[in-house]
């Protein structure tokens, strides 16, 4: 039974390249959640998605950052241009209308 | 606007010590989660508190809510070095926010 699937795992990029990550949620489950975790920041929520659609945004740092979630089984988060101060560890996480989430793996991500 | 806040940052204790997390939040909170993230892996939900004065019961795992719905506790009795990994409460009032996390080491 597959979990989260978030890929790259790693991804390692200069500043000023376009980053996009990905994430396919449980299946079945209709909420999405996408995190960035940080030594300094521990971990934040940045957008979560219930049926598809955007419900709560405000924790979406900047423009430079935008999600997107075509259908039920995938969800992009885009960094447009990155910058160093993205690196982080980001997370993906699904629920089905209840608290529990199930996170993913995550994805590393280096700018330099 | 909310804030939660978490202590300690870490705590390292013997084998068989017991082990306790506090969460605090500046409003009250609808409702309240613990997740626990072992070492490079990720948050792994561990349970939620609804109800005010709430305590809740996993094995040697003790979770309380308080009366006012502004704080929790995790307790861990008689740790063991499974218990290795930093432990996150979530605030949730309108919008999900997350302490800074405890982690705990033990020796064996």
């Known amino acids: 039974d597959a979990g989260v699937i978030q890929s790259p795992r790693h991804e390692v990029t200069e500043m000023g390249q376009e980053v996009t990550l990905r994430c396919k949620p449980i299946s079945g489950h209709n909420s999405l959640f996408w995190y960035r975790q940080t030594m300094m920041r521990g971990l934040e929520l940045l957008i979560y998605?219930?049926?598809?659609?955007?419900?709560?945004d405000s924790g979406m740092p900047e423009d430079r950052f935008s999600a997107k979630m075509p259908n039920a089984s995938f969800s992009t988060l885009k960094i447009q241009p990155s910058e160093p101060r993205d690196s982080a560890v980001y997370f993906c996480a699904s629920s089905l209308g209840s608290p529990e989430q199930y996170f993913g793996p995550g994805t590393r991500l280096t700018v330099t | 606007g909310q804030q939660v806040m978490q202590i300690p940052q870490y705590q390292h204790v013997q084998e068989g010590e017991d082990f306790t997390t506090y969460c605090n939040s500046s409003?009250?909170?609808?409702?309240i989660q613990w997740y626990k993230q072992r070492p490079g892996g990720h948050p792994v939900f561990l349970i939620q508190?609804?109800?005010?004065?709430e305590v809740k019961k996993q094995k040697r795992l003790t979770f309380q809510f308080g009366e006012a719905k502004k704080n929790s506790s995790l307790h861990i009795t008689a740790t063991q070095t499974t218990d290795v990994g930093t432990y996150f409460c979530a605030g949730n009032n309108n919008d999900m926010r997350f302490g800074a996390g405890t982690r705990l080491t033990v020796k064996p």
């Open positions: 409003t009250t909170l609808s409702n």
């Open positions: 998605f219930n049926n598809n659609v955007p419900i709560d």
């Open positions: 508190l609804v109800k005010s004065g």
